[in-house]
């Protein structure tokens, strides 16, 4: 699917507040959109990282306060990928498309690097030269009435995590009701495949195209040599239990993370909404691998 544009446009702008050096970056991207007629709303915490650094004047820009509706035709996201999924998470199931722009390291998501934004902007309001790929979301739900802290929503993984000792944490992982196994590791991640490359694969998942109708289970840092990453299709109820010795583990959604006594039950879906990436410089994924992670590079020179 094409993102096209309107001559003004509602913005929602999202950053990292932590890089100084990217702010002629920022300057580019509003000055940019405002040339086109757009109307900007910058998420509070970035404005006032703007406003600081004198880069915008605060009764210019409408605030997009935390928790608070809005709506918007396009969200952009300055930073790294794990900028791109705050956004994401402030985005929910508006159906808002992202657009990432990469002042981070690597960028899977945030693909658009600095010297390409008035490429990335042309390619939207002009010239069509852009695709929004659909991303699958887990849903994450709990057997009791215990309200979780963090979004119940994940664009990369949802993982259980040990914490308060060092004891390895016994996950039970059934599958539509079925056992699939009791993992007895660090901890365990269920990812979508736009996380096959984030946290699953360093624990050595496979990558999956993002296209792909599929979580990866995968466990970290297994106490077995005969437990793998394992994928299956993404339509079933994911079941996880935990047992562990302090009764307590770690809830982590996109990096969002709280502590749960084992005797809260976690259960994965696949989300009825799905989350909009716009990809305006690598249209193929294939790209990307070969860009980001010189997949298939011959290094013997």
Same mark, same amino acid.
């Given at each position: 699917?094409?993102?096209?544009?309107?001559?003004?446009?509602? *913005?929602?702008?999202? +950053?990292?507040?932590?890089?100084?050096?990217?702010?002629?970056? *920022?300057?580019?991207?509003?000055?940019?959109?405002?040339?086109?007629?757009?109307?900007?709303?910058?998420?509070?915490?970035?404005?006032?990282?703007?406003?600081?650094?004198?880069?915008?004047?605060?009764?210019?820009?409408?605030?997009?306060?935390?928790?608070?509706?809005?709506?918007?035709?396009?969200?952009?996201?300055?930073?790294?990928?794990?900028?791109?999924?705050?956004?994401?998470?402030?985005?929910?199931?508006?159906?808002?498309?992202?657009?990432?722009?990469?002042?981070?390291?690597? +960028?899977?998501?945030?693909?658009?690097?600095?010297?390409?934004?008035?490429?990335?902007?042309?390619?939207? &309001?002009?010239?069509?030269?852009?695709?929004?790929?659909?991303?699958?979301?887990?849903?994450?739900?709990?057997?009791?009435?215990?309200?979780?802290?963090?979004?119940? &929503?994940?664009?990369?993984?949802?993982?259980?995590?040990?914490?308060?000792?060092?004891?390895? *944490?016994?996950?039970?992982?059934?599958?539509? +009701?079925?056992?699939?196994?009791? &993992?007895?590791?660090?901890?365990?991640?269920?990812?979508?495949?736009?996380?096959?490359?984030?946290?699953?694969?360093?624990?050595?998942?496979?990558?999956?195209?993002?296209?792909?109708?599929?979580?990866?289970?995968?466990?970290?840092?297994?106490?077995?040599?005969?437990?793998?990453? /394992?994928?299956?299709?993404?339509?079933?109820?994911?079941?996880?239990?935990?047992?562990?010795?302090?009764?307590? &583990?770690?809830?982590?959604?996109? +990096?969002?993370?709280?502590?749960?006594?084992?005797?809260?039950? *976690?259960?994965?879906?696949?989300?009825?909404?799905?989350?909009?990436?716009?990809?305006?410089?690598?249209?193929? /994924?294939?790209?990307?691998?070969?860009?980001?992670?010189?997949?298939?590079?011959?290094?013997?020179?």
């Amino acid at each position: 699917m094409n993102f096209t544009t309107e001559k003004t446009r509602r *913005i929602a702008l999202f +950053g990292n507040k932590h890089q100084d050096e990217k702010s002629s970056c *920022i300057a580019a991207v509003l000055a940019g959109f405002e040339a086109r007629g757009a109307r900007i709303m910058i998420e509070e915490n970035f404005a006032g990282f703007l406003r600081r650094r004198g880069l915008i004047d605060s009764c210019v820009y409408e605030l997009l306060h935390r928790n608070s509706p809005f709506t918007a035709d396009l969200a952009v996201s300055m930073g790294g990928d794990g900028t791109f999924l705050r956004t994401a998470a402030a985005i929910g199931d508006r159906g808002i498309p992202i657009l990432g722009i990469n002042t981070g390291h690597l +960028g899977f998501l945030a693909d658009v690097s600095p010297e390409r934004i008035p490429e990335a902007l042309e390619a939207i &309001y002009n010239n069509g030269q852009n695709v929004v790929e659909s991303h699958s979301v887990i849903a994450v739900n709990c057997n009791s009435d215990h309200p979780l802290r963090t979004f119940p &929503y994940a664009l990369n993984e949802v993982a259980l995590l040990k914490h308060d000792n060092s004891s390895l *944490i016994n996950i039970r992982t059934e599958i539509n +009701g079925d056992l699939l196994a009791d &993992y007895i590791a660090d901890g365990l991640i269920v990812s979508t495949p736009t996380g096959s490359t984030a946290y699953a694969l360093s624990v050595g998942g496979p990558i999956i195209a993002p296209d792909s109708d599929a979580f990866c289970i995968a466990p970290v840092a297994p106490h077995s040599l005969n437990v793998r990453p /394992f994928v299956v299709k993404d339509d079933v109820d994911i079941r996880l239990t935990v047992k562990s010795r302090s009764h307590r &583990y770690l809830l982590s959604i996109d +990096g969002r993370s709280e502590s749960l006594s084992e005797t809260i039950e *976690i259960h994965l879906r696949r989300a009825r909404h799905t989350v909009g990436v716009v990809k305006v410089e690598h249209l193929k /994924f294939f790209d990307t691998l070969r860009d980001k992670m010189l997949w298939g590079a011959d290094h013997r020179h």
